[in-house]
């Protein structure tokens, strides 16, 4: 089993800057990817950014490119969200998943997913 637990959401107001984290814990020999996803009121699960355990690549939706930044400490373990000029249209609950396989952005085909932390972007 893997355990994910994120930490990091809150309330900020519009062009601001939050930072989630996931602790990733348990038998994660197998981890491939680490990825974020993010779901709002009434809509379906997105993706948001996946990076690449063993090689650090990353990628990202569409709609956060040159604003969300996926990154991971090894050490520790974890890996992290850098939300940047967020805009109300980011609210949402945010998600992180472990991939136990070939890269993919079907976030019904990540393994283990964290409790999910709550962003809410003001305007």
């Known amino acids: 089993q893997v355990q994910l637990v994120e930490s990091g959401g809150g309330l900020v107001q519009a062009g601001g800057s939050l930072r989630l984290s996931c602790a990733v814990s348990g038998r994660t020999y197998g981890t491939y990817y680490m990825g974020w996803f993010r779901q709002a009121p009434g809509k379906e699960r997105a993706f948001v950014a996946t990076?690449?355990?063993?090689?650090?690549?990353?990628s990202y939706g569409d709609s956060v490119k040159g604003r969300f930044t996926i990154s991971k400490d090894n050490a520790k373990n974890t890996v992290y969200l850098q939300m940047d000029s967020l805009k109300p249209e980011d609210t949402a609950v945010y998600y992180c998943?472990?991939?136990?396989?070939?890269?993919?952005?079907?976030?019904?085909?990540?393994?283990?997913w964290g409790q999910g932390t709550q962003v809410t972007v003001s305007s």
């Open positions: 998943a472990v991939r136990q396989g070939l890269y993919t952005v079907n976030s019904a085909l990540y393994n283990y």
């Open positions: 990076i690449r355990w063993s090689s650090g690549s990353t």
